[in-house]
Structure formats: structure tokens, C-alpha cells
């Protein structure tokens, strides 16, 4: 989660492509009941001839254009992580990202203008911003929130597959609306092939449009996506939750980099983690940013050998004590079903030693398939947002436990006298 890839700044592109905006007016004829001689409707009638008429309406046409659209804000859409390994593939998104926004009624705010700032803030990644840079670019072009975006896959081949990774942040590092969608062509094709695209550029506009249904537009409700729990038919993860994991407190908690031997699975994890972490109303995830500030801080060089003490020094600086770890022992792409997915993970309070939550999980893409093996998970991207959405649900939903610590059990007896 915290070890993004370095930024590093592309060419500078033309504004051309931001494009101007249309007004196409409309109007609609409807049927009125004659009304009675000497009303007010029969007087106007009388007065708009023809040639008032059309007056009339040029003037309300100009009106309209003139006056700017209620409720349109500015959106800071961040130049875009990419982990897939195709460098081409981030033009692509974006322009296609900026069309879906646009169309929600977001203004963008000139990427020319915002790679210039990261520049001067010197921002190297792009997962998330420190609070300084987050405060300048909403400063500068009144910005109700940022956009990140991370590329998670793009390939092309037999079944081409795109994964995108999308959330909003307010000013002040919170995330406010979020989803991550990973799909394959054939995941997304109609019945006997239908529709099929042959090509992760063809995939990725379906992708887009699955990924930005939800968002907000500018003034309305955000709500970060939930994902998917575990069906009806299969076991829930085995986990811990603590009795002093309360559900009716929000938690804020830091995302540490999970332990991998897999190439960007702990940054795949992490993404999908933030996201789903945030949707359950239980936990306020700390910027990746914030907590590389931290450790920059308390002059920490690696994570590598931590320990719970020197954890507890950025208290701080994030304000929590309490850090989410874990390791990805499997995170392979198969054929077939045999895509699969192996991780734990757990919740601690470094400050009292005290495990708030505990779980570890284990799926293959073939145990999702249904009639004639339609389900199917084939892609490793969306196989790993079922295991993380499964196991944070499972999570809420689990029964509280006694604590696991002498200093907690003391606590806990303390809160019930």
C-alpha cells in the first residue's frame, strides 16, 4: 500500500484534448386544453405571433448559454499509476476517464497545470498525496476533491484483460468514494461470445463504465463501493475480531506494505484494501503519503525489521497506533479456474500489543463458476478484490472475542465495572 512506484513526469502534452463544451437545446410540444376566452393563457397566445414567437425563443436559447451550469465543479484528475508494464496504456485511460467525468458533470482541471505543481511540491508518488500538495491543488483550482487512479492490468492476447483502480479524496486525505473493477474479455462477453472484445484497448471503455456507474457528481452524496461478501454456499474466512474491536467506532488505521515474493501483489492489495477498508464505515485509512512523511519524520530508512516500538513512534505524526500487516503467500494468474489467491493479514494496536482482528483466506477462480462454468474468475485482479471484499465483510460481520493481551484483558474488565 505504501510502496508505490516512483513517479516519473511524462512529455508535456497539448490541452487541446480537454476540448470544448456543448449546449444543445430542446424543446418539447405539448397539448393544452383550449382554455376559455379572456383567460390569461388565451390573452397570451394572442400576443406571441409567429414572428414574437421565435424571438422569444432565440432570446431564452442565449439566456441559457450565457448562464454557466448550476453546480459544476472542478475535479483534479492526478496523472495515473501504472503497474500493468504497458507504457500506453495510461493516455488511453485517461482520456477515456476524462470523458466519463466530464460527463458527470465535472470540470477537469488542466493536467498541464497539475503535473507543474507536483512538480514544484515534488511529488514522486502517486498513490496518494502528502497534505501540502493536497492543499495546494485545491487551492489553486477550488477543487472539491482529487481523483487517483492506478492502472492494476492491461494486456492484450487470447483473453485481453483491464483492471483499474479508481478513488476520491477530499482536501484533507479522506476517501471519500471509491471502486476497483478487473475484467477479462470473456468475463464480459455476451452469450456464445457476443460482443467479445479482442483487444484490452476495445475492453477498457466497458471497464470505465462499470468503474465510474457510481460516482458522485459534483454536490451529490459520495459513497465508497462495497464489495462482495461471501455467498450463501461457501464458508466465511476464518477470523478474530476482538471485543475491543467495537463496530460503532471508526477506526483509523494504517495500511502497511504487505510481504510478497510476487511482483506488485502487495501494491495490488493494498489499492483494493484502501477501498473496500473504506466502504464499511469502520475505518479512516491514513494516506500512503502521510506515512511516508512520517517516517521521513522519525528518520525511519525501511519497515524491513520494524518493530512494534518503533511502530509506535509515528503515533504522532498519524495519529493512531493501530496497523494493518499482512502477507500474500499466493497471487498467481492461471487458465482455466486455476487463478489463485492465498493471504493473512492482521490488525494490531502496537501501543498495547493487543490483536484487534485476525483472519487468512484462500479462493480459486474456479469455485466461482456456475452452470457450464460461466462465473468463473480468470483474472488474478478480480480474484483478489473477492478475497479482500470477503474478508473485510467477514470481518464486520464476525462475533467479538476476549482479547488477546494481559495489558487488554485488564481493560476490557475495567470497561465492563
Known sequence: RCDARAWHRPSPRSLATLGMTGFVATSTLKTW???KRGCAFERLRLQLTPLRLSLALTMLLLAAIAVPLQGAEILVLLPLGNVSGDDAAPEQVRELLVKRVSARGWSIAPEGEVESILEAERVRYLDSLPASAREKLAS???AAAILTGTILAWADGPDPVVALALRMTDADGRVVWGEIVAASASEMEGLMGAGRAKTAAALAPRVIARLTRQLPEPGA????APGRGTSILRRDPPTFRSALHAQEELRRICVLPFDSTTRNAARIIGEILTIRLASTGEFEVIEAADFRGAMRAERFQSLIYMTSEELARLEPHLGTTLFLRGNVHTFR??????????????LADVASGEILWATTHQRRG?????????????????LADRVVSEVVIAQANARPQGPTSNRSRSRLARGRQ
Not at 452524496?221 to 465508497?224: E, K, T, W
Request: hydrophobic letters at 30%; glycine letters at 12%.
Open 366 to 382: 474456479i469455485e466461482y463458476s456456475g452452470l457450464f462454468e460461466r462465473g468463473t474468475i480468470q483474472s488474478v485482479i478480480t
Open 221 to 224: 452524496a459520495a459513497r465508497v
Open 33 to 35: 386544453t383550449r382554455p
Open 140 to 142: 489553486q483550482f477550488g
Open 333 to 346: 494468474q492461471g487458465r482455466s479456474g486455476t487463478t489463485e489467491i492465498q493471504l493473512d493479514m492482521n
